[in-house]
DNA sequence: CGGTCGGTTGAAGCTAATCAATTAGAGTGG
DNA sequence: CCACTCTAATTGATTAGCTTCAACCGACCG
């Protein structure tokens, strides 16, 4: 947990562009931490003194209000989160637990803010991240806005099936509980859709999915780009 | 529509640290045009060949999808839209139209990547807004997510009531139409939806809205700042 | 006037959330 | 190996929230 170049942590967009002696420092002064599953790592409204990665395991964005709780996102290996607020020095939006035993990297906020001053590379760096993140949200925003539930869901097994790559084959990545919540769902609304799209050939067996006829799925779901491709 | 060094847009926080030449040299390549109401500004899909920003008037972000059609946001002056795609040189993910007569300033793409590329005050002040929109959709996105219709429109009419300083009075920025889409809507709940908010005080007519007791709506709505407060 | 448009209201239906009950699975300990 | 337990997941019944369709109202405008 002392001064580890990881070399996953390193070679991130965010840093390969860094030098190596403002990396090492950023480094000395970050935390790794290995932590069960199901602990909060921080939330909303809390200051934020660090910037996290998931270096292994699973972490889970999720915001409460009005007595309500969603989970807005998965955060996996090698990703970020709560960049933004790091950067602007304000509160959290959004608070975060870990999903499963995961090792998470945690750099000083202070240290971060020093190194996007001192580095314009960095600088640079973050600029296409946080952009990329804004689009990230802009289209979670409109698969929430501009479709039903189901439509989600079929097009979210369709977004799997392409990212995984085994034909006609779908893991989940959580539980099903969890995948309602971050598909704007309740649990018993989930079951309903998947009973929805059996005549599209989708079958489940716990975190199994079998896509049996992709075209018909397809053309139930309209997949959209600007909604679904993670690329653009 | 020439050579303009518009006071408004020199003061911009993306901007006010730029040198003189530099911001100069963005400004020669711009364009400043007057539209009429409901003009298509760009699509979403359409390569991102300018970025624009709202001088006088209003502009509406919206997207479709499946059949539907949302509004995301109004930018008003003076408000940028579509940073981020411009950034990434990436294709737009929502469309705008001037929702009034406007005054539009386009800057070509590849002068805002330009001196994004050349000047670093420039990279970090885009840093810096990048990261308040990006704050900005999660809101939204948690809004959404986490209250019904009625309680959005309770904590915008609060939040609107605020921002105008009008103790009791709110003017709508849009007709209600607009509106509704805005809060994720249609006009028919829109309307219902000031009917269920009679009783805590609100009063409609036409755009003005009073609020006859704020202290039952604030009740009503929750407010909540990690949502509603556009400073954090 | 008639026409259009924004807005409202009513009725019906759909989507999704809630509540309640049950089933299925994955450990645990005897 | 079998109960026992705990949780995930499913299913059914009900309700809430919202949309849709249709009719209607009033204001503004030719």
Redesign the interface.
């Given at each position: 947990m002392r001064i580890v170049d990881l070399p996953e942590i390193r070679q991130l967009s965010l840093f390969d562009s860094m030098s190596d002696e403002s990396f090492s420092e950023l480094m000395n002064a970050a935390y790794l931490q290995n932590f069960p599953a199901q602990v909060d790592l921080l939330h909303?409204?809390d200051n934020a003194d660090f910037l996290f990665f998931v270096v292994e395991g699973c972490v889970e964005l999720y915001?409460?209000?009005?007595g309500?709780?969603?989970v807005?996102a998965l955060v996996r290996p090698v990703g970020s989160f709560i960049?933004?607020?790091v950067?602007?020095n304000?509160?959290y939006?959004?608070s975060a637990r870990t999903s499963q035993k995961s090792r998470i990297l945690m750099i000083p906020a202070q240290n971060i803010r020093d190194a996007?001053?001192r580095d314009?590379a960095f600088?640079?760096a973050?600029?296409?991240e946080?952009?990329?993140?804004?689009?990230a949200?802009?289209?979670?925003?409109?698969d929430?806005?501009?479709?039903t539930g189901v439509?989600r869901l079929a097009n979210r097994l369709l977004k799997y099936h392409i990212t995984q790559g085994a034909p006609g084959f779908v893991q989940l990545p959580c539980d099903k509980k969890t995948l309602a919540s971050i598909l704007?769902m309740t649990p018993e609304n989930l079951s309903r859709a998947f009973g929805t799209l059996k005549p599209y050939g989708v079958d489940v067996v716990g975190q199994k999915v079998v896509l049996g006829d992709v075209a018909s799925l397809t053309v139930l779901a309209?997949p959209?780009?600007?909604?679904d491709d993670p690329s653009?």
């Open positions: 909303e409204g915001a409460n209000a009005n309500r709780e969603g807005l960049l933004a607020a950067l602007r304000e509160v939006l959004m996007f001053k314009d600088a640079r973050i600029v296409l946080l952009a990329g993140y804004f689009r949200v802009v289209k979670e925003y409109k929430l806005r501009l479709r439509e704007g309209k959209n780009p600007l909604i653009t």
